[in-house]
């Protein structure tokens, strides 16, 4: 991406169409204001252990060591019931929009802290979870930075409860018959759902730490690009702030490519 | 005004006047009159708690840790951090340090000093060992390993920002001696003198925006990135 603009008696002029359309002949004092305002929103205080960001500063990823989590799950037709999950390091992608709302939020277990590009990813099997890894989030509300968001975003997942709304992950897991730690134990012709997290709670926080079986795999890498496809739609806007990230985001996937190889 | 040129791509900004006799294509002058963020940063260091407005400046934050430091005479000792917090400024490849005895809750929390010499508290330690267009992770990294080898010992202290448990030593050694005789709790306990709080030092450091014309603000940047 490469944009033009000079300035003609204290105005600004630029050689692309669709920015000259709109923003030809604007006060140089206005576009100093509006070049200031480019780049990344101060972050507010951000929880440990954040990762990843971007250019933007509305996508970020940030992990959390192995801990023991209770979830409440809610089946059609019957009572909610919580299970108390050993959790392996886990890993949470996130995706703002417009006033820090959690827009997008996927969640890996990961077999330790992230180290580099292609370390494994996996994707929990937990109920809510879209087949591309994505969670199935609740209304979000605006946060005031990327901070406060990361917090509602560890929220979502863990705080909001589970239902069956999506079932795939938990399903394939018991197809697959991966992890095979929890699976093994699983007794029934036709194990449901619940069956599975009801094995998955007998499991201590060491044994799920080492478990490398995970049922759905990727790496952190292949996350960030995915994440990338949204950050341009966050960076569609057709201002000039909006070209001047877009530079920026070419230059990071070029940073990206350049690492990968 | 004659007419003039910028020309910006993602790396590069390139800035021509109407006879063509001045061009300069220097990263780093875009970065600074756009506010564009660093080359784009790989995995982070898990220190990082802030980040400033256009990503120029990072909070780091580790929690406490024994660390073996030099006293500047060819010993070392092994002291009890508590926690420790480095802000990175990119534009000037600096850093400062603070403590605290707890982990960050807020951005309101008091922060403490370091007894540090006072050439470490401003401006700052320097970063000797990144270029200017490093990636942001690898400076973070380059801080947080710089920090590990601070010569604690080589300079007489500013008595005014030591612990409470520590106010009898001025001598960087004998002051190290003392800290290692520190155990853990002493340590969280060690009576730290403030330096106010975080929110209030981020603002002290925050640059000054951007004024006056863009292309004064271009040669001025241009003309002291060449002069690095």
Redesign the interface.
């Known amino acids: 991406?490469?944009?033009?603009?000079?300035?003609?008696?204290?105005k600004v002029n630029f050689d692309n169409t669709r920015l000259a359309s709109r923003l030809t002949g604007i006060p140089?004092p206005a576009?100093?204001a509006h070049?200031?305002?480019?780049?990344?929103?101060?972050?507010?205080?951000?929880p440990?252990?954040?990762?990843?960001?971007s250019?933007s500063?509305h996508q970020a990823i940030f992990?959390r060591p192995p801990q023991i989590r209770t979830i409440q799950v809610t089946e059609p037709g019957a009572r909610s019931r919580e299970f108390t999950l050993p959790l392996p390091w886990t890993v949470y992608a996130t995706t703002f929009g417009d006033d820090f709302v959690l827009t997008r939020l996927a969640v890996y277990a990961s077999r330790g802290?992230?180290?580099?590009?292609e370390d494994s990813l996996h994707i929990l099997p937990l109920l809510n979870v879209w087949t591309d890894g994505h969670f199935c989030l609740p209304k979000q509300t605006a946060n005031k930075n990327?901070?406060d968001g990361l917090a509602a975003a560890y929220q979502a997942v863990w705080s909001s409860g589970f239902n069956f709304d999506i079932t795939d992950h938990p399903n394939i897991a018991i197809h697959c018959k991966h992890p095979n730690l929890i699976c093994r134990s699983l007794s029934q012709a036709s194990p449901g759902v619940m069956d599975f997290y009801a094995a998955w709670e007998q499991l201590s926080l060491a044994e799920i730490v080492r478990v490398t079986d995970w049922a759905s795999v990727l790496n952190?890498g292949q996350v960030i690009n995915h994440l990338g496809v949204y950050e341009e739609q966050l960076l569609s806007d057709t201002g000039l702030e909006g070209a001047?990230l877009r530079?920026?985001l070419?230059?990071?996937r070029?940073?990206?490519s350049r690492?990968a190889s | 005004m004659g007419k003039q040129h910028i020309e910006l791509s993602p790396r590069v900004l390139t800035f021509t006047d109407e006879a063509g006799e001045r061009s300069y294509a220097v990263g780093q002058v875009a970065r600074q009159l756009l506010g564009l963020p660093r080359p784009p940063n790989g995995i982070l260091p898990a220190a990082v708690r802030w980040i400033g407005p256009g990503g120029r400046r990072w909070l780091l934050e580790r929690p406490g840790r024994r660390l073996r430091v030099d006293d500047g005479t060819g010993e070392s000792h092994e002291i009890l951090l508590p926690f420790t917090l480095l802000l990175v400024d990119l534009d000037t490849n600096r850093f400062r340090c603070w403590c605290r005895p707890r982990q960050l809750s807020s951005l309101d929390d008091e922060i403490y000093h370091l007894p540090l010499p006072a050439s470490y508290h401003d401006p700052g330690v320097t970063l000797p060992r990144v270029s200017a267009d490093s990636a942001v992770d690898q400076i973070l990294n380059a801080a947080l390993a710089q920090f590990d080898s601070i010569a604690w010992g080589r300079y007489a202290a500013d008595s005014a920002t030591h612990p409470e448990a520590l106010s009898g030593w001025d001598v960087g050694p004998e002051l190290l001696l003392a800290w290692a005789a520190l155990d853990a709790v002493s340590i969280m306990e060690a009576g730290w003198r403030s330096a106010g709080t975080l929110s209030e030092m981020l603002a002290q450091q925050a640059a000054p925006p951007a004024t006056g014309s863009v292309f004064e603000l271009l040669e001025q940047t241009a003309a002291g990135a060449a002069g690095r």
């Open positions: 991406v490469s944009i033009s603009l000079w300035i003609e008696n204290g140089e576009v100093l070049l200031a305002k480019v780049g990344l929103p101060a972050s507010g205080l951000l440990p252990a954040v990762r990843w960001i250019p500063g992990e802290p992230l180290q580099t590009l990327l901070g952190l001047l530079a920026v070419a230059a990071h070029s940073s990206l690492a």
